[in-house]
Nanobody, 123 residues
Framework: QVQLVESGGGLVQPGGSLRLSCAAS????????MGWYRQAPGKQRELVAT???????NYADSVKGRFTISRDNAKNTVYLQMNSLKPEDTADYYC?????????????????WGQGTLVTVSS
């Protein structure tokens, strides 16, 4: 199995900053894409940002210019630096990793999710 453990959520006032971390562990050969998704109460889960192993990044329009995704491939860890936070950023944030497990042939694809971490932006 591949497990993702998230940390860094909390309560912050509008305009503040938080950094989320997500570390992957388990039977990992490679992680092609890591990303962050979020889900507010009563809303569908939406993509926030993704990062490929080669360094390409993609952001939702709503967070572009405010959030930065980064990866430490050696540690199988992804980060989300969130600046200029707004109340509408309030949500459960979920880490995602997609890649291939080790030890088998042909390689087996995996798509793992973290447990979620709550970000609350409120004055």
């Amino acid at each position: 199995q591949v497990q993702l453990v998230e940390s860094g959520g909390g309560l912050v006032q509008p305009g503040g900053s938080l950094r989320l971390s997500c570390a992957a562990s388990g039977s990992i050969f490679t992680i092609n894409v890591m990303g962050w998704y979020r889900q507010a109460p009563g809303k569908q889960r939406e993509l926030v940002a993704t990062a490929t192993s080669g360094g390409s990044t993609n952001y939702a329009d709503s967070v572009k210019g405010r959030f930065t995704i980064s990866r430490d491939n050696a540690k199988n860890t992804v980060y989300l630096q969130m600046n200029s936070l707004k109340p509408e950023d309030t949500a459960d944030y979920y880490c995602n990793a997609a890649g291939y497990t080790r030890g088998g042939f042909p390689p087996k694809r995996f798509d793992a999710w973290g447990q979620g971490t709550l970000v609350t932006v409120s004055s």
